[in-house]
């Protein structure tokens, strides 16, 4: 294989590369399975922390998608084998957060006195707490966290899918079963509401990004 990837385009190498160690591994090469998935798990982690807003739920689901790609080797049939496991990552996200709503702790849409429901985003945010409390170690990727966990579900994984991992519509679209419009459309309201969350930790933010959350709120008097 080595000797035919001479003149290629290092995207061009990774893609045979990577087409090779799919095609062992459905075979039953073990070693080659280890090596997509030491290729991949970083990033499935990533856009399972991004979903799940939780270390160990995150970790839960990232081992759940990888038993689950192992099983489903011989269903791979081309393409971006990135999206396809993606697609394998946000389903395993679904299903823990649904065994998380068989048990929860708390209510998954907690009631007003008046048996009303109240809307996710609104119940998310943590009123309790300020920008000094929700800060840690990295101070903007823990905003950036604490206003994604605000996010609905539906709205957390497409901004997930296209901002963080890149993917774009037509692939979320097919990742999460819905059309390229609706795709669209919780995009936008997606990022509206991290810009206004963001807007909480301005002082944070790189001077281009602030500069955006300041013309908008002069937009907005």
Same mark, same amino acid.
């Given at each position: 294989?080595?000797?035919?990837?001479?003149?290629?385009?290092?995207?061009?190498? #990774?893609?045979?590369?990577?087409?090779?160690?799919?095609?062992?591994?459905?075979?039953?090469?073990?070693?080659?399975?280890?090596?997509?998935?030491?290729?991949?798990?970083?990033? #499935?982690?990533?856009?399972?922390?991004?979903?799940?807003?939780?270390?160990?739920?995150? #970790?839960?689901?990232?081992?759940?998608?990888?038993?689950?790609?192992?099983?489903?080797?011989?269903?791979?049939?081309?393409?971006?084998?990135?999206?396809?496991?993606?697609?394998?990552?946000?389903?395993?996200?679904?299903?823990?957060?649904?065994?998380?709503?068989?048990?929860?702790?708390?209510?998954?849409?907690?009631?007003?006195?008046?048996?009303?429901?109240?809307?996710?985003?609104?119940?998310?945010?943590?009123?309790?707490?300020?920008?000094?409390?929700?800060?840690? #170690?990295?101070?903007?990727?823990?905003?950036?966290?604490?206003?994604?966990?605000?996010l609905e579900q539906k709205f957390r994984v497409v901004i997930t899918l296209v901002d963080v991992s890149g993917e774009d519509y037509e692939t979320v679209a097919r990742i999460i079963g819905t059309p390229i419009g609706t795709v669209k459309?919780?995009?936008?309201?997606?990022?509206?509401?991290?810009?206004?969350?963001?807007?909480?930790?301005?002082?944070?933010?790189?001077?281009?990004?602030?500069?955006?959350?300041?013309?908008?709120?002069?937009?907005?008097?």
């Amino acid at each position: 294989m080595k000797c035919c990837l001479v003149g290629l385009s290092l995207a061009q190498k #990774a893609i045979m590369e990577e087409t090779e160690l799919i095609t062992r591994a459905v075979d039953g090469d073990l070693d080659a399975f280890n090596q997509l998935v030491l290729q991949h798990q970083q990033m #499935a982690y990533n856009v399972a922390y991004r979903i799940m807003a939780d270390e160990n739920a995150a #970790a839960d689901a990232t081992q759940e998608a990888v038993i689950s790609m192992y099983r489903k080797l011989d269903t791979y049939r081309g393409g971006s084998f990135k999206s396809w496991f993606l697609r394998i990552v946000t389903n395993a996200c679904y299903d823990e957060l649904r065994r998380q709503r068989r048990r929860p702790t708390i209510p998954i849409e907690p009631e007003t006195n008046e048996g009303e429901l109240i809307e996710s985003p609104e119940w998310l945010e943590d009123k309790s707490a300020g920008p000094e409390e929700v800060l840690g #170690a990295s101070e903007i990727e823990n905003a950036i966290q604490h206003c994604l966990t605000g996010l609905e579900q539906k709205f957390r994984v497409v901004i997930t899918l296209v901002d963080v991992s890149g993917e774009d519509y037509e692939t979320v679209a097919r990742i999460i079963g819905t059309p390229i419009g609706t795709v669209k459309s919780r995009l936008a309201r997606a990022r509206m509401k991290m810009q206004q969350c963001l807007q909480g930790f301005r002082e944070l933010l790189p001077d281009q990004f602030r500069h955006i959350t300041e013309e908008n709120d002069e937009l907005a008097r």
